[in-house]
């Protein structure tokens, strides 16, 4: 666990491959992928890697391109940095079976609506993504050409894949990640790269999500102090406050949490090149921590100094103290919200609800499951996101009763009713409507959900999937009810029904 930053069923897994063991398995979760399915997916997206590495070597146009940047051939070959070529059906000449469903859902082709298969990536500097083990599991494309869009493009979530949860630049960076004691948390493909070739090897970066608390954790697991150092624009101040409020479940008292904020003009990027690795270390030593970046963040529309200003900010305190549990980190910036907003800590332990931390044991590791989501819930978090895609249709094929079923019903009815609106004015609604964990959980999720994905392409796939789910447990529903009956009782409906249900329910009859 401590040497490969694994967690513990994983090096179980490791080691029992290691020795030719298979490790007995509850069964499976739904939606996990088996064994072999993972295996040939691994094995696609190898192939594909190695095609686009040698690909690069073939391409003056995007070693050009790559050089301009500033990068080093050793850094790019560290990376292994490759390139899809332009063109529709590249990849049938590392495929021969380009037909194999391993290739859709290993993201590196897409169908169109008439069926119609071709590359995913096309005409694009490719960054393959590795698991901890060095295992490609995905990849990050950016166009070369500046009019394409977007301008990186990303595999899809996948059984290997899960964005929420990998780290772009883990692989290479363990071990310096290690040395320094410190991980580096940075936005962007090529910040990582560039600052490894600057000498800084301990950054890695999320992945088109915001920074999630399973991030954190894996961190965590490998380094003491984080520090995030995000782009010095206003994506990248809005990027660094989500990577905060996101961290707070995962805060235990021996982590050092800081935020670099760039000047505006500057990403880690142009930064390391402009100013060099000695400057950029200089400014992580004075990073600001975590609890003064909150306290700041609280107070910076806020004088404090009517009664109502202190009521918001201890409105606006509120649920972030909830999520802390570090006893002491907590205890610490609990005193500092109660003298700002200038009562004492026993007034403010009996206004507000918060958890008690002599509960907590001191070195408490939050627990932290791997979760996929429901292809409901992911429809749902879609629409909020997008809620313009919404189709007076889907309530129609969206049944059932369920908390699940209910909730997709209520998305829809909601997004229907305000179909230009944020996904704030959607969850507010929403919150009257659903079960209040269901309604924690998605708001949970829609703060780490992909925020580059294809939304309407990724919609009218799921809506199709769950239509024809939907269908075939009425059709199973319905079967049952009817094969009850004895055939004289059958209404003329029925008849029909059992009759387009052709032999299956015939011989279920019989
Ligand atoms: P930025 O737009 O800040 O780009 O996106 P960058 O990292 O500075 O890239 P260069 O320097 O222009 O090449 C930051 C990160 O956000 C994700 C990528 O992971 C990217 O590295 N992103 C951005 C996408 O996934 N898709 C996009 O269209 C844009
Ligand atoms: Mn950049």
């Not at 005409?123 to 490609?136: A, E, L, N, S, T």
């Not at 977007?150 to 363990?174: C, D, I, M, W």
């Not at 090149?273 to 000695?278: D, I, L, N, T």
């Not at 749902?380 to 094929?397: F, R, T």
Request: hydrophobic fraction near 40%; charge should be neutral.
């Amino acid at each position: 666990m401590e040497y490969q930053g694994l967690s513990f069923v994983e090096a179980i897994q490791d080691l029992a491959k290691m020795a030719g063991l298979t490790v007995p398995q509850e069964a499976r979760d739904v939606g996990q992928p088996s064994a072999k399915v993972v295996l040939g997916l691994q094995d696609a997206l190898q192939q594909a890697a190695n095609f686009y590495k040698a690909e690069l070597k073939k391409t003056p146009r995007a070693i050009d391109y790559l050089k301009a940047r500033g990068l080093s051939g050793e850094v790019a070959a560290k990376f292994q940095i490759g390139y899809a070529p332009a063109g529709w059906q590249n990849l049938k000449h590392v495929f021969p079976h380009y037909e194999n469903e391993v290739l859709g859902i290993a993201g590196l082709v897409v169908e169109n609506e008439q069926g119609r298969r071709y590359d995913r990536f096309r005409d694009r500097i490719m960054f393959p993504i590795h698991d901890q083990k060095g295992q490609v599991i995905g990849f990050g494309g950016r166009v070369i050409n500046p009019i394409d869009t977007p301008k990186y493009y990303n595999s899809p979530e996948t059984p290997v894949f899960q964005k929420g949860h990998e780290l772009y630049g883990l692989f290479l960076a363990r071990r310096a990640i290690r040395d320094a004691g410190r991980a580096l948390v940075v936005e962007g493909y090529m910040d990582v790269v560039a600052l490894a070739q600057y000498g800084i090897e301990y950054a890695v970066a999320a992945l088109g999500t915001a920074t999630t608390p399973y991030h954190i954790t894996k961190l965590m697991r490998q380094a003491d102090e984080i520090v995030f150092c995000f782009d010095g624009d206003n994506a990248g101040l809005t990027a660094a406050w989500r990577a905060a409020m996101n961290a707070l479940p995962a805060l235990t008292d021996g982590l050092k949490l800081s935020f670099l904020f760039l000047p505006k003009e500057h990403d880690p990027d142009s930064y390391v090149r402009e100013f060099g690795k000695v400057r950029f270390e200089l400014e992580i030593q004075s990073a600001m921590p975590l609890s003064q970046y909150i306290l700041k963040h609280l107070s910076e529309d806020n004088s404090l100094q009517s009664q109502e200003d202190r009521v918001r900010f201890l409105n606006e305190a509120e649920p972030i103290l909830q999520q802390i549990n570090a006893p002491r980190s907590a205890m610490f910036l609990r005193k500092k919200v109660a003298e700002l907003a200038q009562i004492s800590i026993e007034e403010m332990h009996g206004l507000l609800k918060l958890p008690n931390l002599n509960k907590v044991p001191v070195k408490a590791k939050p627990k932290l499951t791997r979760t996929t989501l429901s292809m409901q819930r992911r429809f749902c978090l879609m629409l909020l996101m997008q809620p313009s895609l919404v189709d007076k249709e889907d309530l129609g094929w969206a049944v059932g009763h369920t908390d699940e079923d209910l909730l997709l019903q209520q998305t829809i009815e909601t997004c229907l009713k305000h179909p230009n609106s944020k996904p704030v004015v959607i969850m507010r609604e929403l919150e009257q409507k659903v079960d209040a964990k269901v309604f924690l959980e998605l708001g949970r999720e829609l703060n780490v959900l992909d925020e580059t994905i294809d939304f309407s392409l990724e919609i009218s796939g799921a809506r199709s999937q769950l239509r024809d789910s939907y269908a075939q447990k009425i059709e199973a529903a319905l079967l049952l009810s009817v094969s009850e009956k004895p055939l004289s009782a059958l209404t003329e409906n029925e008849r029909l029904l059992l009759k387009s249900l052709g032999s299956k329910a015939r011989q279920k009859r019989v």
